[in-house]
Structures are given as C-alpha cells and as structure tokens.
C-alpha cells in the first residue's frame, strides 16, 4: 500500500509540474486552457476495504466535492466535500457492516488541455467518523465501536491523494485513503482505493 501511495504521489506531482510548465512559459500564457471557474461533482465510489487485519469487504460511497478557485492566475483549488461510504462482507460465516462519513480536504490542480477534458490530480486529508459497525454471527450482534464490545475508535484522521480525468460533464477517478490512527487496537489501519465515476457541474 505504500508503494501505491508513493506512486500515485509521484504521478500527481508529474502531472502538475508538467501543467505548470506549459500553463506558465516565460512569463506568457500559453494555449492550455486556463480554466480557474469552480466545480462540483457528484461521485459514486468502489473500495475494497480490509479491517481487523483479515476481513474483506466491499465499500460503495456516494459523495459530493467542491472546487473553489484559489487564484484566477492558475488553476489552483481547494477540494471540500463529503461521502458516505458502506462496507460490508462476510468470513467464516461471520457479516459485517460499516458505516462512515469522509470529509476529505485537499488542495487540487486543474490541467485543461482543452475546453472539455481536464485532469485534476489532489491531495490532502481526510477526516472519518464511523457512524455504525457491526458484526453478526449466529444471531449475535456485536457492536465494533462499543466500549465493551468492539472498543472501536470512531474518529479517524489521514490523508487522501488522487486523480479526477473530466470529460465533459463526465468524471472517472482514482484515488487512495490512509488513516494515520488505528480505528481498532493493534490492527491495521484503514487503507483502501477507491474508483469512482461522476458528474461534473
């Protein structure tokens, strides 16, 4: 996961560096689009998620982003926005479910090389908080964030980093979570992808 990490940053940094240099060349603009407008964007996500080291479950999330121009001399933004997520699955007979809100906080660089397909790598943090956890077997609920069941930790803090490829009002995106806290006791953190398809308005 952290070679991912490492890979996906690297490619950002790539892809904005690249922009920068054609967006800006000595002391001109060139014929790159300069789109410093702000956008929203509603997405649906995919995640596979592992969570107490070995049980995987499938995560689907519904959110919403909000780019606001930091400068109308770049396409520079800050990223805002909010998505519930959903994972479950099931080992050794034994369900699970998850429930969590990410607000995620990044700072975004829009690359438009034509009016109508745009690329925006970002990076940043994110915040969860898990709203439900639950693990059922036999008929038996335990709840993963009472104190004296699961002792689950409900708030999480980490980072976020990411591509959105715009296509007109079409989105698709790449994007890696990682918790900087542990959510369960001696286990691993919570680190998954996440690909999502959108809007754009």
Excluded: C
């Excluded at 410093?36 to 080291?53: A, F």
């Excluded at 800050?78 to 994972?87: D, F």
């Amino acid at each position: 996961m952290k070679k991912i990490t490492l890979m996906l940053a690297i490619a950002m940094m790539a892809i904005a560096t690249t922009a920068s240099a054609q967006f800006v060349s000595g002391g001109t603009r060139s014929s790159m689009v300069a789109d410093t407008d702000n956008y929203s964007r509603l997405e649906l996500g995919y995640s596979p998620v592992t969570v107490l080291e070995e049980l995987d479950l499938t995560g689907l999330s519904l959110g919403w982003t909000k780019g606001i121009s930091l400068t109308q001399d770049l396409p520079l933004f800050l990223e805002v926005g909010a998505n519930v997520m959903y994972s479950f699955g099931e080992k050794y007979d034994i369900e699970t479910s998850l429930l969590s809100l990410n607000v995620p906080v990044t700072v975004a660089w829009k690359f438009s090389p034509t009016e109508s397909i745009s690329l925006i790598p970002h990076a940043g943090l994110n915040l969860r908080g898990h709203i439900l956890g639950t693990m059922s077997y036999d008929g038996e609920d335990v709840d993963l964030f009472d104190s004296d069941e699961g002792d689950g930790k409900r708030f999480n803090v980490g980072g976020t980093v990411g591509l959105a490829a715009n296509f007109n009002k079409f989105m698709v995106g790449l994007g890696y979570t990682f918790d900087f806290n542990e959510t369960w006791e001696k286990t691993d953190k919570l680190n998954y992808l996440t690909i999502s398809i959108g809007l754009k308005f």
